[in-house]
C-alpha cells in the first residue's frame, strides 16, 4: 500500500489574469452625475430607489439618475456607454 | 469592473451571502480590490422602510456604515494596488506528485475534485485506456466551460474530459458521449441561486453500443452506463470549470439531487413517435445527447384516463412558468395518447401551449419572469410584451412550443409520466463526432 502512484490532474486550464486598475476617484459627489443602476434581480427597483433618496438628502448637488440595463444577466454595451459618456460615477445593486 | 476600466469610478452593492462570491470574481477578473459595499440578505420581499434600515445600518461584511463604504468607495484616493490590479498565471499540472494510494484520495476530496463518493483515481494506465475509445488526440481542445455567464471560462483537453471520466467509474466506450456532454459549453454545476440541474437525454445507437438503460428504472441506478456517464458529466463540470465551492463558485440555495445524475436515454423502440434527436435535425441513425438546464421540479401523473385534460392543466400549471417541462412518458402512454388523435409529439406540445395558463397577474408575479422575462416585456420583445399588457385576470398562455419537450422513457410496468424542470432546450451535441 505504499507504494507511489503517478495520477492525472482533473481540472482544467484557467485564463491568464491581467490586473486592471481601478478609474481614478472623485473629490465629492457634490455636483456629479451619478447613475444609479437598477441590475433588475427582484426588489432591487426598490432598493435603489431608496439610496436615490438617500443620496438626494445629503448631495443635494448631485445628479442622481436612475438606469437599467435592458435585460437581466446580460452584459448592456449600450448602457455601459450611456454612463461611461456623461456619467462620472456608478452604484450598481442590488446583485453582482 | 467594465465602467471602471471605462474610467467610471464604480461601487458593486451585493448582499453579504455573494461577499466570497464577489470577491473571487473580482480577483479572477484582475482587480481585487474592486469596490464593493454590501447589505443583509434578503432585499427580496423587504419593504422600502426595511430597505432603507439597510442603507442606515452597518455593511455586514467589512463591519462598518454601509453609507461610509459606498462614498469612500467612490470618492477615497486610490493605492498602488488599486493602479495596477492583480496579474498572474495560474495552471494546472498535466500529472500530480506521486503519492500513496491513501494520500492521493485524501488529496481528491480535500481540493474539492470529488463529488464526496469515493473516486477511481485516474493512474495514467487507466487514462490510456480510456482513451482508446476516442479517434481524437489528447491534447485537442474540447471546450470551455464556466459557473456561471459572469465567471471566467476555464479550457480543457480531451485528455482532462478522459481523467474525470475515468474518476466516474466510467467504461472507455461511454467516453464519446462525456466528451459531447463536455463540449455541449453547458455545465452541469452551474452557480445558480435556483440550484438548477442539467438533465441529459441521449438519443441514437449509442445507447445499445453501450448497455444504456431506456426501460425499467431508466431514470434510477440500474445501469452503470446511465450512473457513470451522469457522474461523470458532474465531476468534469466542476473540475474543468475551475471549480463547484458553495459560497464561492456555488450558490444554489437548496441544492439538487439532480445535480448527483440526471442522464438517461430515451426509449426510441418503443415509442409511436420520432425520436427527441430526429426532431431536432438528426438523422436516426445519428447518436447525439441533448443537455437541458432546469430539474427545478417533477410533477408526477398516471393515464391519459377520463380526466387526463384535467391532471394535464394542473399540472402544467404547477410547473413553474419560467421554465417549461420536460415530459417523459412511459411508452404506455405515449402510445395512448396515439389512441387519443397525437400522433406527433409535436400535436401534444401544441395542446400543452394552449392550455397552459395562468391569470397574468400571477404569471408576473412570479419572481424568475419578474427578474428575467419583464424586462423583456418593457423592452417590447414578444411574445412577453403582449402578455404584459394583457388584463391582470386574463388566463394568459405561459409557455412558447420551444419551452416543451416530450420524451418516451421507460419499460411499460405502468401507465406513467412526469414533467420534469427542463426549460428551453439548451444544446443537442453530436456524439458520433467525438467517436
Known sequence: ?96 | MALEQGGVPTVAVHTNVFARLAQSVARANGMPTTRQAFVPQPVVGKSAAELRAYIDGDDPVHGRPFAQELISGLTDPLDDADMTGLSFERSTPRLLEPDSEDRLHALFAESGWTDHLPIVLPTEERVAAMLARTSRAPDETVGRLRPTFYRESWEFTVEKVAVNAVMAGARPEYLPVILAMAASGQSGRSSSTTSQATVALVNGPIRDEIGMNYGVGAMGPYSHANASIGRAYGLLSQNLQGGSVPHESYMGSQGNFLSYNATFAENEAASPWEPFHVQHGHSPDESAVSLFLGGWYTVFGGGPRETWEQKFKRSLQACDPYTGPIIALDPIVAKDFVKLGFDRKQKLIDWCVEHARLPAREFWDNQWVQTLLHPRAVAGIEPYATMLAADPDEEIRIFRPEDIHVVVVGGETGAVWKMLGGGPRRVTVKVDDWR
Open chain 1, 1 to 96: 500500500m505504499n507504494r507511489k502512484l503517478a495520477v492525472h490532474d482533473p481540472r482544467g486550464y484557467p485564463p491568464r489574469v491581467t490586473g486592471k486598475r481601478l478609474a481614478p476617484r472623485l473629490e465629492s459627489l457634490s455636483g456629479k452625475v451619478v447613475y444609479l443602476v437598477d441590475c433588475l434581480f427582484d426588489n432591487s427597483d426598490v432598493f435603489v430607489g431608496q439610496l436615490r433618496d438617500w443620496l438626494g438628502e445629503r448631495f443635494a448637488s448631485a445628479d442622481l439618475r436612475l438606469i437599467k440595463p435592458r435585460e437581466s444577466w446580460v452584459d448592456d454595451p449600450d448602457m455601459r456607454a450611456r454612463i461611461e459618456a456623461d456619467g462620472d460615477a456608478a452604484i450598481l445593486g442590488v446583485g453582482l
